[in-house]
């Protein structure tokens, strides 16, 4: 993440504004809104805007004026008890608004949540960053050999080497060509004055998916909490949960009561088939299950042991 | 609309909170925040959360740091120009929540709006206020003759009185019944010690349309500008544009910028068909151009007249 | 459900038709479509239109030519896969129909479902059919005195007939006041031809809410099947869950593979939370675990008991 | 658009079956439904099913029994009514689904368009095809000097050659990459048994956004016309309006007179502003107007002028 001088003075100022409202506030939040932290080795999120904090998803099941009562406890057990009930309408009166710089193939993953504001960068108008996702050695990982949508183990030597050395060279290539194309490097300047430079929208195609984008991408708690679900999980690409988990960060500064519900009865639960509670129950009772008289499948049968062992399975 | 001495308690006391922000402050809609604004005779609006101002829309449709260049002309300018051209997205950067109290009747054409998010007072759980919507004398309209979804003129006299009677008495009795099957007052009062009462959830159902009822609805700016172009519009009834009017005001404090550009973009625009353009044309060349060679409806003539000579058309 | 000669001919007509087409048919539902299912006292569901079935949830998960492998056993698995772990578009590939008379109170819950497309009777133009909802004596439930949401004990004898003739006279005199509003009888006939009629836009707020209304209303499967796992629950007031109760029934005829899937993995299903793991795998290893330990509230130890041993919880 | 033998067969097949339903159907979709359209020089476009078609729009805006009257005159002047007016809601009660290929920076601007459901190929789980989107000569635009987003003067003569060479050299350089580094070709050989292939859902990243993909899409009618008016408009990039007019084909073929009326009432219509309609009444009046005293910018001048002599303006 190269933040130019620029970026950094004008982050800096918003830093420096002092405020005052009469909405409710996330102190938490306050501290780092604006910052850009770091993700992969050119990516970042911002927290730019919020609005509501825990007490608006309690002032929203009150539909109430005030604050209802102010004992936290009850705030608290209001929240887990909606959060366990899949009560949801209440989630959704909390907003957030990030700035996000991610590769566009994590982009092309991501709005695929269409529950959200979006405005991106847009290449028809603009030449895009030189700037291209170029992941660490530890992250090389192999295809899978048991599950066709994901990685095995590390790449390692040689073939790393190569695998990198392929991945820059094309980037670095084709971006170099995209300026060509253009007759204009990425800082203006034109290349050949003699020259017309073909049309952005028409250029931008040559660039690879590893090239970086950047967006405003604006939702809901409710919103936000089912996709950091799905892309905070062991089940994602590398690449998409690394922005989950610091998403997931700045929910537990916005809404810690919510955050620490959500840890407990969505990330932390498991669900179990009716036939599963069937064999839990023979669990329980002393009886023998196996495998072969269970009717699930091989695969719903290690779900679900993992689930009682409360491991997430590695599959 | 009567606050009980609790709810004017709470409200200033949520008044009176002064927190510090980072975030930007819409100065105009800071002064009215938590007020409970009167709409029809029980009825209200509150804004009761807001985030971003005119500069999120201008931040978003720049995709930049900071707030891009100072000059308030350009940035207005720019507001113009994407509500000209429906750029639309950088207008969902913007967030409000308003707590309304509103008869049921305007309620169920309210909700067909689906991009927001609602809490409303369930009725399944707790008991429904003793207030009903009559209307104003001045408001007591006759079916209209040429319009089958509009109002012709006002009803009055003998005619009027029995109609607010009927009103009133329906909704009176209809609620004093719906405490007897609850076996319980409005205020709390158990009416006979000895007897259960029906299901909330069930009573509920002998209620007259225009029971109020109230919720925290929350949406983007740009589908609340699509809700008001509709709801505050001539065409829309009566009861459900007394909200939008007020809501507009509340987005013109808001986003000032962007509620001029609505008037003259949206509100005061018209959309003129194929045909309409060619009759234009020919009336501009000078010729002569009526309805029976026009290849128009009758009603489409009339609109295309009135857009000519930017009348509100009284369908 | 009184259908008028009239519409029981357009109805017979409908099912006359014998279209050819190279469009997935649905065998089981086409012998229902356009039916008109009995639904409370004078409701009806019917199913009207439909694109896809099993085939092509399928199809999208495949997102390949043709129908892949024909073995249905297979393209079972995979529709079971899916369901369980909530790969949750390619139920949306699949559309469904319905046409819908349903008394308002329900329509005002089932409409909280906002990705469905509507269209209701509108009696803003429309004077609406003299028919309203009066519950079964067998419905006629007390309020719950555990559950603020719920239903107690069946109410019966004298205090059941006064209910009961409550909801019949005052349905009764707000619809004959509604009609001497409009000054014209739900039959078409003026009462007083020397007065005019109040707006029917206005007339409408005297119904009660046990009014009937209807509407056409359609969505994807993925949706449906949100809306049916909330409204054919137990916990789903009776009045709405006779309506998702036959519409369950349609999804067995339309997509009978996964419906099954629903079912097991959905209905039959069970979500335990980290803490609820924790208990199982105790009482598994033999371990005692009582209330008193487990860090849970009174609820969530009942609710974990019921899940169990696979009972649904009375709350 | 090479279509493998066992895809033609697999069409083939589809197109052979001949269902019976009592659904409507549209007899003129039937005759194209799943055939391949070509679009640009690898992509296609394939309606695969659908539902409803105009006499849809008139059941659900009757919201009665049967087709309401049958006199076609009738229902295509209530069509177009609907369409004036905007009033949306009939429209959303048809559906349509394609099977569209396309290049992924077309993908990109294609999934803006929230309000569809999608199942898009993935290159976590498989091998992309090797082909890549290479413009035709006369398809090779400068960038417009006078619009930021758009295209200017063709490129010809050895430019345009070396354009097309690196973007083809460029696409096939980091598509051999692309299968070394998966250590597997896109026909399924493993290039060195020795090795271990880098995970599909990091390969992929080394891709130009040229390359194709595929998925299934389905929408209402009423957002595919949104996304038409768009998208098959002369702003639109040239690349995306391609596959815009093919399915504004695909409508008219399904929905003529939906089709008709959208042509007249949004396609070929001008919303004209406030102060444009102040200039067009000034102008029909014989009076002067300018420029200078228009208080319109630049630009909006040359829109109205534009729109009045039914111009599409080039910008």
């Known amino acids: 993440m190269a933040l130019s001088d620029q970026q950094k003075r004008d982050i800096a100022e918003l830093q420096s504004q ?34 509501g904090d825990d007490s608006s998803i ?12 102010k004992k936290i406890s009850t705030d608290s057990g209001l929240i887990r008890y909606l959060m366990r009930h899949r009560h949801s309408t209440p989630f959704e009166m909390c907003e957030i608004k990030y700035h996000v710089k991610l590769p566009i193939f994590v982009a092309r993953q991501w709005i695929r949540h269409r529950t959200a504001n979006v405005n991106e960068y847009s290449a028809r108008y603009s030449i895009l960053d030189k700037e291209f996702y170029i992941p660490a050695k530890e992250n090389l990982a192999a295809q899978s050999q048991i599950n066709r949508q994901g990685r095995g183990q590390v790449i390692n030597g040689e073939q790393a080497d190569e695998i990198l050395n392929m991945l820059k060279d094309d980037a670095e290539r084709t971006y ?6 253009l007759n204009e490097k990425y800082d203006g300047t034109v290349i050949d004055e003699g020259k017309a430079g073909l049309a952005r929208e028409l250029a931008r195609m040559n660039l690879t998916l590893n090239s970086y984008t950047q967006w405003y991408w604006k939702t809901d708690l409710l919103n936000l909490l089912n996709f950091l679900f799905l892309r905070a999980d062991d089940h994602a690409q590398y690449e998409i949960r690394a922005y989950a988990e610091v998403m997931l960060d ?20 498991a669900e179990i088939s009716a036939k599963g509670l069937s064999i839990i129950k023979n669990l329980i009772d002393g009886k023998k299950v196996n495998f072969e008289d269970s ?21």
């Open 58 to 69: 309690v002032q929203a099941a009150r539909v109430s004026y005030g604050k209802g009562t």
């Open 295 to 315: 009717q699930l499948s091989k695969r719903e049968w290690n779900e679900l042991m993992s689930a009682i062992n409360q491991e997430k399975l590695k599959v």
């Open 250 to 269: 700045t929910v537990k500064k916005w809404v810690p009561v919510a955050h620490s519900a959500f840890l407990d009865y969505r990330v932390g639960a």
């Open 18 to 51: 002092k405020n005052s409202t009469k909405r409710v506030t996330s102190e938490e939040l306050e501290k780092i809104l604006y910052d850009a932290i770091p993700v992969l080795d050119h990516g970042f999120i911002r927290v730019v805007d919020y609005m």
């Open 176 to 181: 170099k060509n995209y300026e060509k194309m």
